[in-house]
């Protein structure tokens, strides 16, 4: 009698199990990872939300701050950045005054040209790059003594021309003649389209603009923005602003600001909106208008925060 066959079957099914069980492992292994796979979206789906509301809270706090009836417990809109503690995270402000930075459509050449060299840029490439901002916005097709009109770039091989009229979105800088890629990048936070007086207000100007508008050291300039903002959290006076010219000074505060918001979660989760308002004060009558919305984006300019305090 053969007794090969019944351990011969009874292997042939005992392998069948094993190659069962190995197959269900690894689908319970696969269904596991894709579970954990799901988890982990859904909580960065849930922590990128909480982010972007944590940010939108900020805007909102720095815009209540902008609309209070009494300047000395507003922001000084310099670019003082603030943390404020808020509910499952916290949100980092910075506020910036626009009249504090350079007007592209109303600045003279030589602010233009102080500003870049302010970046390292060489005076007689910062002169020409001056100049051919101005033609590029002014409505004339005369070319400014190291400026760039219509036939520059043509000639370059620019598949456009001098606008010949005002900026409208400051993007519109990478479009001039001879505007290296760096320079526009390193300016970007400090030009605006929204200061319409040919000079900036020294009381909200950042230190770069400062530096560009003023003769006085860089150790003076930061003690000064140093002294402004303590100033500001004591309820004190503002401190007497650096020496500038009368053709770079703009004395009046601005109304237009620019509000830079980073919402962090407690789980790490961080989103920043950057927005342009223009704030109108006035009890029942306030209002604001936003003239440039940027959503979860985050800026150069922000940095980590270098000041704390209450909105």
Not at 48 to 76: F, I, K, S
Not at 83 to 108: R, Y
Not at 147 to 171: C, H, M, N, V
């Amino acid at each position: 009698m053969d007794m090969s066959s019944p351990c011969k079957g009874r292997g042939f099914v005992l392998v069948m199990v094993l190659w069962l069980i190995a197959l269900l492992t690894i689908i319970a292994l696969g269904l596991s990872y894709n579970t954990r796979q799901s988890v982990r979206g859904v909580g960065a789906l849930v922590g990128a939300t909480q982010a972007r509301y944590l940010a939108h809270g900020g805007v909102q706090l720095a815009l209540m701050n902008l609309l209070g009836e009494r300047p000395e417990h507003r922001l000084l809109g310099d670019g003082e950045q603030l943390a404020v503690q808020l509910p499952n995270g916290s949100v980092n402000i910075a506020v910036f005054d626009e009249s504090g930075k350079v007007g592209i459509n109303t600045a003279s050449p030589e602010l233009l040209s102080r500003l870049f060299e302010a970046f390292d840029m060489e005076e007689r490439l910062a002169d020409a790059l001056a100049d051919a901002v101005v033609d590029y916005r002014d409505p004339d097709d005369l070319v400014s003594l190291n400026g760039a009109e219509d036939d520059q770039y043509l000639a370059a091989g620019l598949p456009w021309e001098a606008k010949d009229s005002d900026f409208t979105r400051i993007e519109e800088l990478q479009r001039v003649y001879g505007m290296p890629a760096w320079l526009y990048e390193n300016i970007l936070p400090y030009v605006t389209i929204h200061n319409i007086d040919r000079g900036i207000n020294p009381e909200v100007a950042p230190l770069p603009v400062l530096i560009s508008a003023s003769d006085d050291s860089v150790y003076n300039l930061e003690a000064y923005i140093k002294g402004r903002r303590e100033n500001r959290i004591l309820g004190l006076p503002l401190p007497a602003p650096p020496a500038v010219d009368r053709k770079f000074t703009a004395r009046a505060r601005g109304t237009v600001f620019t509000i830079i918001a980073t919402g962090w979660t407690s789980t790490g989760y961080h989103a920043s909106i950057t927005t342009t308002v223009r704030v109108k004060r006035g009890g029942s009558n306030a209002a604001v208008e936003t003239l440039d919305w940027i959503p979860y984006k985050l800026d150069a300019a922000t940095g980590s925060p270098q000041a704390s305090g209450e909105l």
